[in-house]
């Protein structure tokens, strides 16, 4: 059979083969001092420091900029009313938080595409994956990337790969490939658990606004009702209530605006991620399964038992 010789030191750019991916450097939270999450996972503790980055900077926008630009001033005074800033507050640091967990896992997912690109396995036609030629691709995994474990399709490569010895036919490579699968799919969509969280988070916030802007305005309505022919009274107490009118309907807007918006970013970032999984699924049955020769195995020396001689 003949055998096709893979290089195990990563070729240049004239053969189409990128850089050596090294998930120590390339990944965008290990580039800035945090501890990278695998896959497309966040840490979750950098994102909401960006977060709380990204809130301050909106509202030093809106008390310094936006206040005095006649086009949004008026939403910048909706949004800075200070009886809505005990919802309005937590409301855009979860917001912002959200949107820096999808932006770092956009990040991310653009690296776990750029392993897709690199030739581990050989695209000719007439390369067959036996025991010899899987430790050659094992390696030239292991040359290609500094950790193979942290990128979807090269750990699943890795795992298929590294048990062939023991594997007897190929439907158990074939098993091996979809039980990762399985996991991968599980690892990504537990990835969302705190952004969906988040999502619930929000309304929740512009409600509780509504209520109690609702219970201000009933108060001071009833302030009113007492205040029977003083119209200085009247005036002063209609204020309150279009003012608690306003903290609960206000609040709930910024709340819902945010929650739409965080939820139109969620579903494109799971339309991208189940898209590079899909990707991932057929590279692993056209370069891995379809090239699968397992070579004839021999039965062991005990079980060779000799039948008795006929006498």
């Known amino acids: 059979m003949a055998q096709f010789p893979i290089s195990k030191k990563p070729t240049d750019g004239a053969s189409g083969d990128p850089d050596i991916l090294a998930w120590s450097q390339d990944d965008i939270e290990n580039r800035f001092g945090f501890k990278g999450g695998r896959y497309t996972s966040v840490n979750h503790a950098f994102a909401f420091l960006i977060g709380a980055l990204l809130t301050g900077i909106l509202y030093a926008l809106m008390l310094f900029v936006f206040i005095h630009l006649p086009v949004v001033s008026k939403v910048a005074t909706i949004y800075m009313r200070p009886t ?26 653009k690296l776990q595409e750029r392993a897709l690109k690199l030739s581990a396995v050989p695209a000719e036609p007439e390369f067959i994956l036996t025991e010899t030629t899987a430790a050659t691709v094992l390696a030239r995994i292991h040359a290609l990337v500094d950790q193979p474990r942290h990128f979807i399709l090269l750990n699943r490569i890795d795992r298929a790969l590294s048990n062939f010895k023991n594997i007897g036919q190929v439907n158990d490579v074939s098993a091996i490939l979809r039980a990762q699968a399985e996991n991968d799919e599980d690892q990504v ?44 009274l009247i005036r002063a107490s209609l204020q309150g209530v279009t003012g608690g009118l306003a903290t609960a309907f206000e609040s709930t807007l910024v709340a819902l605006t945010f929650t739409l918006i965080l939820q139109l970013v969620i579903t494109f970032q799971q339309k991208r991620e189940m898209a590079f999984l899909d990707e991932c699924n057929d590279y692993c049955q056209s370069h891995i399964v379809s090239k699968l020769r397992l070579a004839d195995r021999q039965p062991p020396p005990s079980a060779q038992i000799s039948a008795p001689a006929k006498s």
């Not at 005990?86 to 997912?109: R, S």
């Not at 969509?189 to 999502?199: E, K, R």
């Open 84 to 109: 809505n800033q005990f919802a309005v507050i937590p409301a855009t640091f979860f917001f912002f938080g959200g949107i820096a967990i999808l932006i770092l896992k956009g990040k991310k997912l």
């Open 189 to 232: 969509a537990s990835s969302y658990t705190i952004v969906n969280g988040l999502v619930w988070a929000i309304p929740v916030l512009g409600f509780i606004g509504t209520v109690l802007g609702l219970s201000l305005a009933i108060g001071r309505f009833t302030q009113t009702l007492q205040a029977a022919g003083d119209l200085t």
